[in-house]
């Protein structure tokens, strides 16, 4: 036990020693995010008022108007600005979360709040890709713009949110509602992406949306050794059978490349619920009278939700089966449509300068960019999308398994580096856009 204990101080020693020679000679830069990483805003704790505080002395180092707001008293959301030198335009919002989800510590090879950089020069830490990475290469890339002289035309606003890991709701969601968001004037949202293994970075348009599904048998109860019809069970495992096939063919889709796996429509089991409990398991020589499945479903905008509540109606939880979905029994339903009937998505097309401006800085700044894509689970970026405002989902992180959620979460520092320059690039180029149509007639422009 003692000598157990004397190998791990020095293998410590070792470690330690090893991170403070790559730091010496490291950047500030680095030290910066470590700092930021190591401020733990796990759930469901988040310190949040040591994040804003970290933000914003920052933010006083590069000179940004600041404000603190708490739509809900103890989750501090901070709003910076650098203003733009023409107010008629719109702004430019960059939005991160400050949050993280929790850690099984003993799961990690490093603490996920310790922020160690080890010999490959990857900094591990909850929070490392899901997004204080984001967040800090923001205010990052502002240092070097400013230290560069570039003046913004139109103002950057930084937007740090909390609770986006338990759906935002007063974090970002408060935020797109609140009259503060109406009098900055967006004109589009910049807000997080993934990770990609390859030396391509992803940019998100949409998202899917959820569904949640409780579906619930019934039958007769008998004898467990009994053969007959419309029992419960049975019920509910000819819809976990049709479920199962539906599943198979969207996943054979992503399986084939024919589709990417944001443009299907997932579905999985995550609970069963039946059986008659005794003190030590279940009964077993009955057969129960009742049984229920739960799915989690998503559904991305480019596909026909309508029709899925059909199919679930018809063929996953027919009345015929004694089955007791109806409609609106999701235990969540996000439409994938907004107010006025248009699927909720940013548009990559020309009608939207912004992607092609963010294809173009990207490019400058030495990075490719893949297919837009739909991001495969949900973001605060959908708060800003049903305002009708674009919104893009971009984390520059190539070359990156993507890890978050996961123990071991991490991101070179090489790729966060990187990333400052992409984000130098694109801040620039969205900061400096004057929409052609706008300056039509201005002499200067002639
Ligand atoms: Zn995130």
Same mark, same amino acid.
């Given at each position: 036990m003692e000598l157990r204990l004397h190998l791990c101080i020095i293998s410590l020693l070792l470690l330690s020693s090893k991170s403070t020679a790559i730091l010496s000679d490291d950047d500030p830069i680095i030290s910066r995010f470590q700092r930021?990483?190591?401020?733990? %805003?796990?759930?469901?704790?988040?310190?949040?008022?040591?994040?804003?505080?970290?933000?914003?002395?920052?933010?006083?180092?590069?000179?940004?108007?600041?404000?603190?707001?708490?739509?809900?008293?103890?989750?501090?959301?901070?709003?910076?600005?650098?203003?733009?030198?023409?107010?008629?335009?719109?702004?430019?919002?960059?939005?991160?979360?400050?949050?993280?989800?929790?850690?099984?510590?003993?799961?990690?090879?490093?603490?996920?709040?310790?922020?160690?950089?080890?010999?490959?020069?990857?900094?591990?830490?909850?929070?490392?890709?899901?997004?204080?990475?984001?967040?800090?290469?923001?205010?990052?890339?502002?240092?070097?713009?400013?230290?560069?002289?570039?003046?913004?035309?139109?103002?950057?606003?930084l937007s740090f949110v909390p609770d986006e890991e338990i759906g935002g709701h007063d974090g970002a969601e408060k935020l797109a509602e609140s009259d503060v968001f109406k009098g900055l004037n967006v004109g589009i949202v910049l807000d997080e992406g993934l990770a990609s293994p390859t030396e391509t970075y992803r940019a998100f348009y949409?998202?899917?949306?959820?569904?949640?599904?409780?579906?619930?048998?019934?039958?007769?109860?008998?004898?467990?050794?009994?053969?007959?019809?419309? %029992?419960?069970?049975?019920?509910?495992?000819k819809s976990i059978e049709s479920v199962r096939r539906f599943r198979a063919a969207q996943f054979d889709l992503v399986k084939a490349g024919l589709k990417a796996e944001g443009e299907v429509i997932s579905v999985n089991m995550v609970f069963l619920k039946a059986g008659t409990p005794t003190p030590t398991g279940f009964v077993m020589n009955m057969q129960p009278s009742e049984a229920e499945a739960g799915f989690d479903i998503r559904v991305p905008p480019i596909a026909d939700q309508e029709s899925l509540e059909k199919r679930i109606a018809k063929e996953w939880a027919p009345t015929s089966r004694n089955m007791t979905f109806r409609h609106g029994q999701f235990k969540q339903?996000?439409?994938?449509?907004?107010?006025?009937?248009?699927?909720?998505?940013?548009?990559?097309?020309?009608?939207?300068?912004?992607?092609?401006?963010?294809?173009?800085?990207?490019?400058?700044?030495?990075?490719?960019?893949?297919?837009?894509?739909?991001?495969?689970?949900? %973001?605060?970026?959908?708060?800003?999308?049903?305002?009708?405002?674009?919104?893009?989902?971009?984390s520059p992180m190539a070359n990156t398994p993507i890890l978050l959620h996961d123990h071991n979460e991490f991101l070179n520092k090489d790729e966060y580096l990187k990333g400052i320059e992409i984000y130098e690039s694109m801040i620039k180029a969205y900061a400096s856009y004057v929409d052609h149509g706008k300056i039509a007639g201005s002499r200067d422009e002639l």
């Open positions: 930021y990483l190591r401020i733990n %805003t796990a759930h469901p704790n988040p310190q949040y008022r040591e994040a804003a505080d970290f933000i914003l002395s920052e933010a006083e180092s590069l000179s940004l108007e600041s404000q603190t707001i708490e739509f809900v008293p103890g989750k501090h959301l901070v709003l910076l600005k650098w203003p733009g030198s023409d107010p008629s335009l719109s702004s430019v919002l960059l939005n991160s979360h400050t949050d993280v989800v929790p850690a099984e510590h003993d799961k990690w090879v490093h603490p996920p709040f310790s922020a160690n950089l080890d010999s490959n020069g990857d900094v591990y830490a909850r929070g490392s890709q899901d997004m204080k990475c984001v967040g800090i290469q923001y205010l990052e890339a502002i240092r070097r713009l400013k230290a560069s002289g570039f003046k913004p035309k139109r103002s950057v606003y949409a998202e899917r949306c959820p569904m949640w599904l409780v579906i619930k048998a019934t039958g007769a109860p008998g004898h467990g050794a009994k053969l007959y019809d419309n %029992t419960a069970m049975e019920n509910l495992l339903k996000v439409s994938v449509l907004d107010k006025s009937g248009k699927p909720i998505l940013t548009a990559t097309d020309s009608s939207n300068p912004w992607w092609a401006l963010l294809e173009d800085a990207v490019k400058k700044a030495n990075g490719k960019l893949g297919k837009p894509e739909i991001f495969p689970a949900s %973001t605060d970026a959908r708060y800003f999308r049903n305002l009708g405002l674009p919104a893009i989902g971009f």
